[in-house]
């Protein structure tokens, strides 16, 4: 790999000093995890209709996510997101991660067949959780004290 760095980048052979400098290049704070789920997403478009999508993750960290999708919002714009992470205890429910956020990075896509392009983008998110009343079911009602 390092034989495609060009020799004006001045970067040392020295495995260690490569490590050292590729690490300190990072700018992501937060650890990235592989997450391959269904996500919708929707923003609001300059004239202020509500635009919407769906994709699938590539990977999610505390702070953010890498969609993949054929539609993306544009660089900047706020979103709002709402992942479907598959359960592993059993149940046919998915777990739904809510978060808001904008989109800082925009990935164009290459070709997967013809006529077909899928891209992605970047979103610095805010995850949230909704308040639950504990049950699975979701047509009970919350009783107030």
């Known amino acids: 790999m ?3 760095v060009p020799p004006s980048c001045n970067i040392s052979r020295n495995n260690d000093e490569v490590y050292f ?4 290049l990072e700018k992501r704070h937060t650890r990235r995890y592989k997450l391959a789920d269904p996500v919708d997403y ?4 300059p004239s202020g209709s509500v635009q919407a999508s ?3 993750t590539l990977d ?3 702070s953010g996510v890498m969609v993949i999708a054929r539609k993306c919002p544009p660089k900047g714009v706020r979103i709002q997101t709402t992942i479907h992470v598959a359960r592993h205890d059993g149940s046919d429910r998915p777990l739904e991660l809510h978060g ?4 800082v990075r925009i990935e164009p896509g ?3 067949q013809p006529g077909q392009r899928s891209s992605g983008f970047a979103a610095l998110v805010h995850f949230y959780s909704e308040l639950s009343n504990g049950s699975d079911d979701p047509d009970q009602e919350i009783s107030e004290p």
Do not use: C, N
């Open 100 to 103: 808001e956020g904008i989109v």
């Open 110 to 112: 290459k070709a997967t």
């Open 60 to 62: 999610i960290s505390s």
């Open 21 to 24: 400098f590729m690490t300190h």
């Open 54 to 56: 769906h994709g699938m």
């Open 2 to 4: 390092l034989s495609s």
């Open 42 to 45: 929707w923003w609001l478009d």
